[in-house]
């Protein structure tokens, strides 16, 4: 038989250990920071880390995790001091985080806190839920193979054993009930004689055998034990429909007296780029889903920039700003398969109508204080810390790919991963005299003959014989030559160039890739993206944090963290929020303890 399975929802406020510690017990301090036992039991409890199923494993694990949240939190701490925290897309995303804590909030206090599932509605549920299925069936396509369940179910195995094997083997898709409508007349007539509670001997049907069992719900003791069996289930469904029908109903009350206005030309503005954009997905034909592109957005952005501040939904005297509409869309469901792009409008006016819902019940929060409320404040700084802490190693990355200086030592550091340098040939003139050169490199300019000036003024030994021309050379090599000379491009001229044995001045005559495909700038940024952006920000993020790390500051409870119980079981939780919308349950921890416990000299905890 197949059951519908209710979803299970976690809220970080039910776990608490019912024994112990206190949830507000400081655990560790990171200068004014602090992490509790209850964060460490929730997020321990709810997310992945490594090793973390390893039951043999968990005092060290446990340590690893403290380590890595006192590590989340000197991200933190460097990132604020740093003004990242006042960057404008954390800060944009932090206020949406924010409003969708305090909806959620909301929901809980005015719509979860009053819905009440009583057991007569169970029960009524649970009889309505039997009445619709009248049969249970084993089945085969094979008659020997029904047979022989047949002489199984003879020799004293029950039906229930058997049924539930058949389960088993088979995907949920394949698995039905019979009902009424389903059954040819020929083959109802021959289970309507059954007795309730009663099994056939084998039948056949249109598409194999049937061993049927007739349902007998008039029986006290097997009604008792599905009803048990299910019960959780079928209140879980009865609460889910009846929160979902308190929420229309609060919602409906929020907008009495009120109306959405939306600014015409923004409104209209919006739905075009994304129509436009959609339409061009489909001339493409890349995916038979549909989704506007992010670039849509950063693109209206930049036309509204002197707007964004300016009105695009208005209820009553609450607005939301054109910047704010945009955010709030892009982060909207907005998929839509391509065989249904003439829908688009109709999505389009659906989801604007959920924004103005979630835009009113913000406001609603908001006149509520509920940004204040502990378990709003308590999600936003445990949200904020993770945040924060995940731009470090992305900065740190831009920083290293912006500087030229450290693609460079890497590239040429690294010839196992990029294989042997590009190699180029220069004509090249030489001269101690800047000024001097300059005036040849006027003349060059002028259109004068590189290989006939370097012949004459070029200071280099040997140069005169060669007018000027350096053969094949790895760019690796000459210094600065070879760096400047490998992001040119055949026919350009650099310099004058300071070398230790003058200044130079030269142009490109040829390229060639013994092994490498690099070309250039471009194309090496690329390349040591691929091969080294992982590793790169590991180690640099490594090396802040042990900086950060040994100027004190950090303390740990070991006693304490002893104490706390964990579950040992990887879990990856997702919490449906009120109002709309899903997150983790709690946010991912990157394991970067060991770093933290070598600038506080205090060694690593490995785990094997």
């Given at each position: 038989m197949k059951y519908l399975l209710s979803a299970v929802l976690f809220s970080l406020p039910l776990l608490a250990a019912a024994?112990?510690?206190?949830?507000?017990?400081?655990?560790?301090?990171?200068?004014?920071?602090?992490?509790?036992?209850g964060e460490f039991r929730a997020r321990f409890a709810l997310g992945i880390f490594p090793y973390k199923d390893q039951e043999r494993l968990t005092p060290v694990v446990k340590i690893q995790f403290l380590y890595s949240l006192i590590a989340e939190r000197l991200l933190m701490a460097?990132?604020?001091?740093?003004?990242?925290?006042?960057?404008?897309?954390?800060?944009r995303n932090r206020k949406m985080a924010e409003e969708m804590f305090m909806r959620d909030r909301l929901y809980r206090d005015s719509v979860r806190a009053h819905v009440r599932v009583t057991d007569e509605e169970i029960h009524a549920r649970f009889v309505e839920e039997q009445q619709r299925i009248q049969f249970e069936f084993l089945f085969n396509t094979s008659e020997?193979?029904?047979?022989?369940?047949?002489?199984?179910?003879?020799?004293?195995i029950p039906f229930d054993t058997l049924l539930a094997e058949q389960q088993r083997m088979t995907s949920e898709e394949e698995q039905s009930d019979l009902h009424e409508s389903e059954l040819d007349a020929a083959f109802r007539s021959r289970i309507d004689a059954m007795t309730p509670g009663t099994v056939s001997a084998p039948i056949r049907g249109g598409d194999g055998w049937y061993i049927v069992r007739k349902m007998d719900y008039g029986n006290p003791f097997r009604s008792e034990f599905e009803l048990q069996k299910r019960s959780k289930r079928i209140e879980s469904q009865l609460r889910m429909e009846k929160e979902a029908d308190e929420t229309k109903a609060f919602v409906r009350r929020l907008w009495q007296g009120r109306e959405a206005h939306f600014e015409d030309e923004p409104y209209r503005a919006l739905g075009q780029a994304l129509l436009v954009n959609c339409r061009a997905q489909e001339r493409a034909d890349t995916s038979d889903?549909?989704?506007?592109?992010?670039?849509?957005?950063?693109?209206l952005r930049s036309i509204w920039a002197m707007r964004l501040e300016q009105p695009f939904l208005r209820i009553g005297e609450w607005t939301l700003g054109i910047g704010d509409a945009l955010d709030r869309f892009e982060a909207s469901d907005l998929r839509l398969p391509a065989s249904e792009l003439s829908t688009f409008p109709r999505l389009y006016l659906t989801r604007m109508h959920e924004m103005a819902d979630r835009f009113l019940v913000t406001m609603e929060a908001t006149r509520l204080g509920l940004e204040q409320h502990p378990d709003v404040r308590r999600d936003m700084a445990m949200w904020t810390a993770n945040g924060l802490a995940q731009m470090i190693p992305e900065l740190l990355w831009?920083?290293?790919i912006a500087s030229d200086d450290s693609i460079w030592n890497y590239?040429?550091?690294?010839?196992?991963?990029?294989?042997?340098?590009?190699?180029?040939?220069?004509?090249?003139i030489l001269m101690r005299d800047e000024a001097a050169l300059s005036d040849i490199i006027a003349r060059f300019r002028n259109g004068e003959d590189l290989h006939d000036l370097a012949e004459q003024y070029s200071e280099r030994p040997g140069a005169a014989d060669r007018k000027g021309e350096f053969g094949y050379f790895p760019v690796s090599e000459n210094g600065l030559i070879g760096r400047t000379a490998f992001g040119l491009r055949i026919a350009d001229a650099a310099g004058p160039v300071s070398t230790p044995d003058g200044f130079s001045f030269f142009q490109l005559v040829d390229k060639r890739y013994p092994g490498s495909a690099i070309s250039g700038w471009d194309a090496l940024r690329d390349s040591v993206t691929a091969a080294a952006r992982p590793g790169l920000m590991q180690r640099k993020t490594d090396?802040?944090?042990?900086?950060?790390?040994?100027?004190?500051?950090?303390?740990?409870?070991?006693?304490?963290?002893?104490?706390i119980p964990v579950a040992t079981m990887q879990m990856f939780t997702i919490r449906a929020l009120g109002f709309g919308g899903r997150i983790p349950a709690v946010p991912g921890v990157m394991p970067l303890y060991e770093a933290v416990m070598e600038g506080m000299g205090e060694g690593t905890a490995v785990a094997p």
């Open positions: 024994q112990g510690l206190s949830d507000d017990a400081v655990l560790a301090s990171v200068g004014n920071e602090k992490i509790t036992v460097e990132a604020e001091r740093q003004g990242f925290d006042a960057e404008d897309r954390f800060r020997s193979e029904i047979q022989n369940l047949h002489r199984l179910l003879q020799s004293g889903m549909l989704l506007p592109q992010h670039h849509v957005f950063d693109s831009e920083q290293f590239y040429v550091s690294h010839p196992a991963i990029f294989g042997p340098p590009v190699e180029v040939k220069i004509v090249e090396d802040l944090l042990k900086r950060l790390a040994a100027r004190g500051g950090i303390s740990v409870d070991m006693k304490m963290l002893e104490e």
